[in-house]
């Protein structure tokens, strides 16, 4: 209970804090779970996230999509046909996550399939010039080969700031394609899985409908360093953060200004960027 519950009140699930504590806890995970549910801890079921019941997806209707001139050869199917035949390519799945419906500023988020590292951008709005911003200083930052060896091919949906496609391929001199954009179908969310799964995290700690005009940069780098520090059970009970340092170029971490959070001192609650 003396390690359970602080951790869990932190926001830190019951996959972290038993990768973190396998040792002292001397129980399973599923034994936890079952404690917990029999009320033997100060923490109860409703302070679990995954206890809580998701509402079902709304199914992709039959209406086909008008392919946009910028999709054309870049749609899904041209994705699976891309990484067929290159097994081992690098895969970034790209997304915005909205704030309130007031606000400006939104996330613009990358996450790299392979080790579930996500980072976290912030821009003033949501528009094709911001997004093309970050692309640039990421070049910038990484150098254009090694930028085209980490964003090897991008999946995104067909939002209006992703339908500069070019521009997102071509390096800042205008003569070298630096990576593939390729899109998913519509209503096809799931297709970005692990993007999907990545931006929970970000819920966790600023609520849906919530504003984020009054976050920087600084913060959202905080907000990125907690999640990418949760151990996770898709990775063995180790975290983005940790496959990282071993799986991608640690040049990208450090232009990032990403850190390992502690285990214990990881929170995943709003109160992390009050």
Not at 62 to 90: M, V, W
Request: some cysteine; glycine content about 6%; overall charge neutral.
């Amino acid at each position: 209970n003396d390690i359970l519950s602080p951790l869990i009140q932190k926001g830190q699930s019951i996959s972290h804090i038993c990768a973190t504590h396998a040792e002292d806890l001397g129980c399973s995970k599923r034994t936890t779970y079952t404690y917990i549910d029999a009320g033997v801890f100060d923490v109860k079921n409703i302070d679990l996230r995954r206890k809580v019941k998701y509402k079902k997806r709304k199914r992709a209707t039959n209406t086909s999509a008008k392919n946009r001139l910028y999709r054309i050869g870049h749609n899904y199917e041209d994705f699976q046909k891309c990484i067929e035949k290159k097994p081992d390519t690098n895969i970034v799945e790209m997304d915005c996550v909205e704030g309130d419906a007031d606000g400006h500023k939104v996330f613009l988020t990358f996450t790299f399939r392979r080790t579930h590292l996500m980072l976290i951008f912030l821009m003033e709005h949501q528009t094709q010039e911001e997004v093309l911003k970050i692309f640039s200083f990421l070049e910038k930052q990484l150098g254009v080969d090694r930028f085209s060896k980490l964003f090897e091919v991008i999946l995104t949906d067909g939002g209006s700031e992703f339908a500069d496609r070019v521009g997102m391929e071509t390096s800042n001199d205008g003569k070298v394609q630096r990576t593939t954009v390729f899109y998913c179908d519509p209503y096809s969310f799931w297709q970005k899985g692990c993007c999907e799964k990545n931006h929970e995290y970000i819920r966790y700690v600023r609520k849906k409908g919530s504003t984020l005009d009054d976050l920087d940069q600084e913060k959202t780098t905080l907000l990125a360093n907690h999640i990418n520090s949760t151990k996770r059970d898709s990775l063995n009970g180790h975290s983005p953060f940790e496959l990282s340092q071993l799986l991608l170029d640690n040049q990208l971490l450090s232009t990032m200004g990403y850190k390992l959070i502690a285990p214990d001192d990881v929170m995943l609650t709003p109160e992390l960027l009050k």
